[in-house]
Every structure is written in structure tokens, then in C-alpha cells.
């Protein structure tokens, strides 16, 4: 067949022989390809050809990627102050060694006879995970935080029977939006308003919309603006009051100084596994867990996968395997209660690599390093004239800098910091405008106080040239 023939094959897409394609169009009973979209209106198909161009050889393709790559800058290229739901911490090389074994990478499901000893991996790292967050059952990871914070929602309630949550409005305003999507149309998502001084969770607010109607309240601690809701055991005995439960978020890399969710009153705890040895990637490097106390009206309202241990039919032998397989979404399928698909298990793997390697005191140093740069940082940058530190309370590794009084906006100064291979702060001023030119600054253990120094004198340049020229 030569390739000016119309009907060429594809080597990447499966199914593009012409035999193939007519054996499979007679068994269903279709003339050509164009019948298959009969259903279609016209004015939403295609009418001519695909503006595309000129296919590439291998090499060409490799060499285009290349250059696009090349555009991008790196948080090895400049030192990064952004956070926002994806942060940069260190990651031990063994973490990625063991991530790309061949019996973690291929094997997609795996049952007992072909596993090679996933099952076992993921139940270690469910059991240090929830020797993490002081909780007895963690689940197989979910997609990411928002994901994760969603069904910890859906489970409440559906165990409270009850048609309305309460989201703390200071979370990232894309997890509230997947939030919202993912628990309509059967759950109503109203939302708590914030402190404006202190960045806390107005409890007035939260009084009043309170009612025997809510099945659960969320926050997150350290909130998505950073501050740590010290008001959390107040927030669970308010929802526990109307009988509903406390749904907590937390950031697990703030563990080692933080007291766990489970201390001051949550029932279901939530966030994202991504702080844990695994790195930033494009779209990827997510990974969110859920944990509760081990009861059944919890467990069984679990849609994924919980791995336990159990003694085998061999004396002193264990075995690792699924727990109460029959209440998940892949035994009961389209009749689940929420449909699961394809999870981050390999995140877990990593999480767990990440948490046996640090150990207690390994979080506790981790932990206690964050705080003392993050401190440090918001000191440097609130000594600068026109620069200021948002809120009052507490907070572990993000804070919110003020540039109202700067003379610049948050646009124009991240601009500037990037020609100097400096990533600035999530800038807020979309996202949340009563705050007007404020950003989202975070610190980890990988930034120096030497970037921390470089950082504030580029800004202190900067806004003592706006403040001259104004």
C-alpha cells in the first residue's frame, strides 16, 4: 500500500487497516464510517479537512518537543515561592527508585496470583499513613485533594441521610468548583464565609447556617490561605451539635508539628499525598487520601479499595487483600455508590517510601524547618515599605503578602521577579478581590534563607522605585 493510498493504516491508532475496519463495519452492520455519526447535527461536525501540519518523522517530532520544552523555566532554573495546592519539597532519590520498579509501574490492577507484592505496599502505607493523622482506616489514594475532599463529603451524607454541606469559602476556588460539581446534583454546597482580619472561619457565619439539614462541615488546616485554624475543636462541637460530621483537609508534611485533625474533633480527615516524596509534574503528581476511625458506618461507606492484613490458611503465614470488597464501586458497578475508576496507587507507594524513610522525628525536623523559613520570610518581606503580611494568625508553610500599598500590582511585581529566575506568589487578586493586590507566598524546606534574602531585597528595589516615580 503506498502512501498515496486514501485508506493508509495507522501504525499508532488501533483499527485503521482497511480489512479490519470492514470485517468490523459488516458485524455491526454499517456501510462505512460516516453512518456511525448519523446521529450527530450537522452544524457540530467538521465539514473540511483539519488545519493541521506537515507530518513529522520521529526525529523532527523529538526536535519540536525539545524546543517547546525549552520555553518552560523550571523550579530548577529560578527559585519558587509557589505553592497553592502544589508545593516544591525535597524528594529522596529513593523515592523514585522505587516508583519506577516494573511491578509497580505495569501492574494496573493485579489480583493475589500475579501482585508481586503491591497489596502489601499499599497496606504499609495505609498504616503509616494512619499512624500519620492519628486515624485507623486510610483508603488507596484517590485522584487528588479535590477529589478526595468531595467523597469524604459524599460519605457524610449519605451516612447522615442529610442534603447539604458547608465548605469553608478561604479553600482554593477550583476545589470548591469540582467540589460543587462532583456532589450535585444530590448534595447542596453552601459555603462559609472567612474572617477578613484574621483569615479564620467566621463562626458567626457558621452558627447561622447551621441546621439539622447540614450533614457536614469542611475546612482545612493549614487553610488554602495558609493561616492554621486553631478554632478547629470549636468548628467539630458546633456540627457535632446538629448531629452532623467534621470533615477536615490538612497538608500531611505539616504533621510533624501540627496536632492531627483527629485531636480536636474530625471524623473524616482528607488532603493531598503530593508533600509526600513525590514530585511536581505537569497535570500529574496528585494523589489524594481519606481517613476515618475504624467503624463500620464509616468503612462501609468507603468507594475504593482498603487493603488489610490477614493469616493465611499456612500456620504464621500472613496474607494482604482487600477489606469488605463487596461495598466498592468495582464490585457493584454501575449500582455503586460513587464511581471510582482508575486511582493513584503509585502515589501511595511513594508516600510510603517518603514516610518509612523520615520516620516521627524525620517529619517533626521537616516540619519545624518549614516554620522557621516561612517565619523568617514573612518578616523579611513585611520590613519593606508598602509591603505588608495579611492576616494576624499563625501559619505553618503559605502566608499572604499584602502589595496594596506597594504602588504595584501582584502582576506586574511577579513579572519583574521572573527576570530575575524568581516564581512570586499565587496571585489573589482574581480569585478572592476583597483582598485586592495580595499573593499566596510559600516557603519549604528547599528554599535557603539566602533565596529568602534575594527575594525581599528584589522587592524592596522594586516597590522604592514605584513609590519614586509615583
Given at each position: 500500500?503506498?502512501?498515496?493510498?486514501?485508506?493508509i493504516?495507522?501504525?499508532?491508532?488501533?483499527?485503521?487497516?482497511?480489512?479490519?475496519?470492514?470485517?468490523?463495519?459488516?458485524?455491526?452492520?454499517?456501510?462505512?464510517?460516516?453512518?456511525?455519526?448519523?446521529?450527530?447535527?450537522?452544524?457540530l461536525?467538521?465539514?473540511?479537512?483539519?488545519?493541521?501540519?506537515?507530518?513529522?518523522?520521529?526525529?523532527?517530532?523529538?526536535?519540536?518537543?525539545?524546543?517547546?520544552?525549552?520555553?518552560n523555566?523550571?523550579?530548577?532554573?529560578?527559585?519558587?515561592?509557589?505553592?497553592?495546592?502544589?508545593?516544591?519539597?525535597f524528594?529522596?532519590?529513593?523515592?523514585?527508585?522505587?516508583?519506577q520498579?516494573?511491578?509497580?509501574?505495569?501492574?494496573?490492577?493485579?489480583?493475589?496470583?500475579?501482585?508481586?507484592?503491591r497489596?502489601?505496599?499499599?497496606f504499609?502505607?495505609?498504616?503509616?499513613?494512619?499512624?500519620?493523622?492519628?486515624?485507623?482506616?486510610?483508603?488507596?489514594?484517590?485522584?487528588?485533594?479535590?477529589?478526595?475532599?468531595?467523597?469524604?463529603l459524599?460519605?457524610a451524607?449519605?451516612?447522615?441521610?442529610?442534603?447539604?454541606?458547608?465548605?469553608?469559602?478561604?479553600?482554593?476556588?477550583?476545589?470548591?468548583?469540582?467540589?460543587?460539581?462532583?456532589?450535585?446534583?444530590?448534595?447542596?454546597?453552601?459555603?462559609?464565609?472567612?474572617?477578613?482580619?484574621?483569615g479564620?472561619?467566621?463562626?458567626?457565619d457558621?452558627?447561622?447556617?447551621?441546621?439539622?439539614?447540614?450533614?457536614?462541615?469542611?475546612?482545612?488546616?493549614?487553610?488554602?490561605?495558609g493561616?492554621?485554624?486553631?478554632?478547629?475543636r470549636?468548628?467539630a462541637?458546633?456540627?457535632h451539635?446538629?448531629?452532623?460530621?467534621?470533615?477536615?483537609?490538612v497538608?500531611?508534611?505539616?504533621?510533624g508539628?501540627?496536632?492531627?485533625?483527629?485531636?480536636?474533633?474530625?471524623?473524616?480527615?482528607?488532603?493531598?499525598?503530593?508533600?509526600l516524596?513525590?514530585?511536581?509534574?505537569?497535570g500529574?503528581?496528585?494523589?489524594?487520601?481519606?481517613?476515618?476511625?475504624?467503624?463500620?458506618?464509616?468503612?462501609?461507606?468507603?468507594?475504593s479499595?482498603?487493603?488489610?492484613?490477614?493469616?493465611?490458611?499456612?500456620?504464621?503465614?500472613?496474607g494482604?487483600?482487600?477489606?469488605?470488597?463487596?461495598r466498592?464501586?468495582?464490585?457493584k458497578?454501575?449500582?455503586?455508590?460513587?464511581?471510582?475508576?482508575?486511582?493513584?496507587?503509585?502515589?501511595?507507594?511513594v508516600?510510603g517510601?517518603?514516610?518509612?524513610?523520615?520516620?516521627?522525628?524525620?517529619?517533626s525536623?521537616?516540619?519545624?524547618?518549614?516554620?522557621q523559613?516561612s517565619?523568617?520570610?514573612?518578616?523579611?518581606?513585611a520590613?519593606i515599605p508598602?509591603?505588608?503580611?495579611?492576616f494576624?494568625?499563625?501559619?505553618?508553610?503559605?502566608?499572604?503578602?499584602?502589595?496594596?500599598?506597594?504602588?504595584?500590582?501582584v502582576?506586574?511585581?511577579?513579572?519583574?521577579?521572573l527576570?530575575?529566575?524568581?516564581?512570586?506568589?499565587?496571585?489573589l487578586?482574581e480569585?478572592?478581590p476583597?483582598?485586592?493586590?495580595?499573593?499566596?507566598?510559600?516557603?519549604?524546606?528547599?528554599?535557603?534563607?539566602?533565596?529568602?534574602?534575594?527575594?525581599?531585597?528584589?522587592?524592596?528595589?522594586?516597590?522604592?522605585?514605584?513609590?519614586?516615580l509615583?
Amino acid at each position: 500500500m503506498t502512501r498515496n493510498d486514501k485508506r493508509i493504516s495507522h501504525p499508532y491508532i488501533p483499527n485503521t487497516v482497511p480489512e479490519v475496519q470492514e470485517s468490523m463495519l459488516r458485524e455491526i452492520g454499517v456501510a462505512n464510517l460516516e453512518e456511525l455519526y448519523a446521529g450527530v447535527p450537522g452544524e457540530l461536525r467538521l465539514s473540511g479537512k483539519m488545519d493541521l501540519p506537515p507530518e513529522l518523522t520521529e526525529y523532527e517530532l523529538q526536535r519540536h518537543i525539545e524546543k517547546t520544552v525549552a520555553r518552560n523555566v523550571s523550579a530548577k532554573e529560578a527559585v519558587s515561592f509557589l505553592g497553592a495546592g502544589c508545593w516544591q519539597h525535597f524528594i529522596p532519590a529513593v523515592c523514585d527508585e522505587i516508583s519506577q520498579r516494573s511491578e509497580f509501574v505495569t501492574a494496573y490492577a493485579g489480583e493475589p496470583y500475579e501482585d508481586h507484592g503491591r497489596f502489601q505496599t499499599l497496606f504499609e502505607y495505609q498504616s503509616l499513613m494512619a499512624e500519620l493523622l492519628d486515624m485507623d482506616v486510610v483508603n488507596v489514594p484517590t485522584f487528588d485533594w479535590a477529589q478526595a475532599a468531595s467523597t469524604a463529603l459524599r460519605m457524610a451524607a449519605r451516612m447522615t441521610g442529610r442534603g447539604k454541606v458547608l465548605v469553608a469559602r478561604s479553600i482554593s476556588p477550583d476545589k470548591l468548583k469540582i467540589i460543587v460539581n462532583y456532589c450535585s446534583p444530590q448534595v447542596e454546597v453552601r459555603t462559609v464565609e472567612f474572617d477578613e482580619r484574621t483569615g479564620l472561619m467566621d463562626l458567626n457565619d457558621l452558627a447561622a447556617k447551621l441546621t439539622d439539614e447540614v450533614a457536614a462541615v469542611y475546612f482545612e488546616n493549614p487553610g488554602y490561605l495558609g493561616m492554621i485554624e486553631h478554632q478547629g475543636r470549636t468548628i467539630a462541637d458546633m456540627a457535632h451539635g446538629v448531629g452532623a460530621e467534621c470533615v477536615v483537609g490538612v497538608d500531611p508534611s505539616s504533621l510533624g508539628v501540627l496536632s492531627p485533625p483527629s485531636s480536636y474533633g474530625a471524623d473524616i480527615v482528607c488532603g493531598d499525598l503530593q508533600p509526600l516524596g513525590i514530585r511536581m509534574n505537569y497535570g500529574g503528581g496528585q494523589s489524594g487520601f481519606i481517613a476515618t476511625r475504624d467503624e463500620e458506618r464509616y468503612v462501609m461507606e468507603y468507594p475504593s479499595r482498603l487493603f488489610g492484613i490477614a493469616p493465611t490458611s499456612v500456620d504464621g503465614e500472613y496474607g494482604f487483600g482487600d477489606v469488605a470488597y463487596e461495598r466498592t464501586s468495582f464490585a457493584k458497578r454501575e449500582k455503586g455508590k460513587e464511581s471510582v475508576g482508575t486511582q493513584t496507587a503509585l502515589w501511595g507507594i511513594v508516600a510510603g517510601v517518603y514516610l518509612a524513610l523520615m520516620g516521627p522525628h524525620g517529619m517533626s525536623e521537616l516540619g519545624t524547618t518549614i516554620l522557621q523559613k516561612s517565619q523568617y520570610a514573612a518578616k523579611r518581606l513585611a520590613a519593606i515599605p508598602g509591603v505588608g503580611i495579611r492576616f494576624g494568625s499563625p501559619f505553618f508553610k503559605e502566608f499572604v503578602v499584602d502589595f496594596n500599598n506597594s504602588g504595584l500590582s501582584v502582576k506586574a511585581i511577579n513579572e519583574m521577579l521572573l527576570k530575575e529566575k524568581i516564581f512570586g506568589g499565587k496571585d489573589l487578586s482574581e480569585d478572592f478581590p476583597e483582598l485586592g493586590q495580595c499573593a499566596l507566598y510559600c516557603v519549604t524546606e528547599v528554599i535557603g534563607v539566602e533565596d529568602i534574602d534575594r527575594l525581599a531585597d528584589v522587592l524592596a528595589r522594586a516597590t522604592a522605585k514605584a513609590n519614586a516615580l509615583s
